[in-house]
């Protein structure tokens, strides 16, 4: 792997841990992935890949406490990706959260207007909470869509 030389050249380079540690990740080395994710964090911490990188490993690992500790903190961050926000909100409303799940994605709805998990997502939320109107309107923005397939993650 062209970042593992690299990364031998360089071993304080928070970038290349965090691009070896998604490269493993892709490629399912589940351990590997967290030990170069977790090194990027400790070189640097204030980036937020890495962050989100560990966030995601950690909730399809359904670590979810430790994914919810990632997500906050790329989020605090300034994190820029809907896959962030949607598991997170996942995440609360695993612990029964659904209103404050609802307020943090509809915050962000007009950073990701297009995004079918972020539109599937406030559907199910809007219909948690009661809200039949919302949850029709998030419906017909979801019906709108033509990009991002379905994205059903069951945490």
Same mark, same amino acid.
């Given at each position: ?5 690299d990364?031998?050249k ?53 670590e ?27 995440? /609360?409303? +695993? =612990? ?7 307020? #943090? $994605?509809?915050?962000y709805? %007009?950073?990701? *207007? ?9 559907v199910?939320?809007?219909?948690k /909470?009661? +809200? =039949? ?7 017909? #923005? $979801?019906?709108?869509?033509? %990009?991002?397939? *379905? ?5």
């Open positions: 792997i062209l970042y593992a030389s990364l031998k360089d071993p304080q380079n928070f970038y290349l841990e965090n691009n070896l540690g998604a490269v493993l990740y892709e490629s399912n080395d589940k351990v590997g992935a967290e030990m170069h994710l977790l090194n990027s964090v400790r070189l640097y911490q204030s980036w937020f890949p890495p962050f989100k990188n560990l966030g995601h490993l950690y909730f399809y690992k359904r979810y406490e430790k994914a919810e500790r990632y997500y906050q903190k790329a989020m605090d961050l300034g994190s820029y990706d809907s896959t962030v926000y949607t598991n997170y909100a996942k995440i /609360l409303s +695993l =612990k029964k959260e659904y209103k404050l799940a609802y307020v #943090l $994605l509809t915050n709805l %007009n950073y990701f *207007p297009d995004n079918r998990d972020f539109l599937i997502t406030l199910f939320l809007s219909n /909470l009661g +809200l =039949k109107d919302k949850e029709y309107y998030y419906g017909q #923005l $979801l019906l709108q869509t033509k %990009n991002n397939p *379905p994205v059903f993650v069951t945490p």
